[in-house]
């Protein structure tokens, strides 16, 4: 998915007069626009090194509780980091898409963007990453739309077609591999009964999956190598969170590591997790 300069502008002037209205999804031509004809791609989790205990309240004993978070530019929810047994060959999850928005006090007049998807590798095995998910997008006009892609890293997201998404759709989103090097990625529109689905293959070589990390991730992912500027997402929780293994054994996110995003000295995330759900809402 390589696009020259002339045709990226081409694509954009032929785009311009047709500016997407509110909560409509973007279409292949409005998001090369949008990204000015250059390729959207989630990279695997950049850590700043950082970690912290962060204060918390037990949801059903109200006991007060203290979790360790490491910190990334780019990730930010739950991330099993070792299977417990075998390799991790599937994980799913669902989620109601929420309206996002321009973050109060944002100068910028541009496209704000964040992403909500689960996979399998990009942590502590950064060769390759089998993902699916939801993009969200917002402008300072008050407009907003949504794109569903799926991604073998390091090859680029490729947009789902005959699929709608809508802020407060409840989506399911599930990728499973059949071996190293191939699987398939899903998702479903339980609000409006739509499904689509992709089988996949490793795009080289040394793209094949370790299966050493389960996640399931709100992301400030990357276009044309830089990361786009990000949204106000509201919250994004994960339910039905859940990971299997080759062993046949199911896993949920009650014991992962928790990231939130930071960002300069800014903590732009928080996140809280349970026995089958992953909570990240966006702070600035």
Not at 51 to 61: L, P, Q, Y
Not at 258 to 264: H, M
């Amino acid at each position: 998915m390589h696009f020259t300069a002339a045709f990226a502008a081409a694509i954009l002037s032929a785009t311009t007069v047709l500016a997407a209205p509110q909560a409509m999804g973007h279409g292949l031509e409005a998001r090369m626009a949008a990204r000015r004809g250059l390729t959207r791609t989630s990279q695997p989790i950049q850590k700043n090194g950082r970690t912290a205990m962060v204060a918390g309240v037990n949801e059903t004993t109200n006991a007060p509780t203290k979790t360790e978070v490491e910190y990334s530019s780019n990730w930010a929810g739950a991330v099993i980091e070792e299977p417990p047994s075998g390799t991790f060959t599937a994980v799913s999850g669902k989620f109601t898409v929420p309206t996002p928005s321009v973050p109060s006090g944002s100068s910028g007049s541009g496209e704000y963007a964040a992403s909500a998807w689960v996979g399998i590798d990009g942590d502590t095995y950064g060769n390759a990453i089998l993902q699916t998910g939801v993009d969200f997008y917002a402008t300072s006009s008050g407009s907003y739309s949504f794109d569903c892609w799926y991604e073998w890293y390091p090859d680029y997201a490729y947009d789902f077609s005959g699929i709608e998404i809508s802020a407060g759709d409840v989506v399911t989103v599930s990728v499973t591999s059949s071996s190293s090097s191939a699987g398939t990625a899903v998702i479903e529109n339980e609000t409006t009964g739509q499904s689509v689905s992709k089988s996949l293959t490793a795009p080289e070589s040394s793209a094949t999956l370790g299966g050493q990390n389960a996640e399931w991730i709100v992301e400030d992912f990357e276009s044309n190598g830089s990361l786009v500027s990000f949204a106000d997402f509201g919250s994004v929780t994960f339910t039905d969170a859940t990971a299997k293994t080759s062993t046949g054994n199911t896993y949920d996110p009650s014991d992962a590591t928790v990231i939130d995003i930071e960002q300069g000295s800014t903590v732009l995330t928080s996140v809280s997790i349970s026995s089958d759900e992953v909570t990240v809402t966006y702070t600035g």
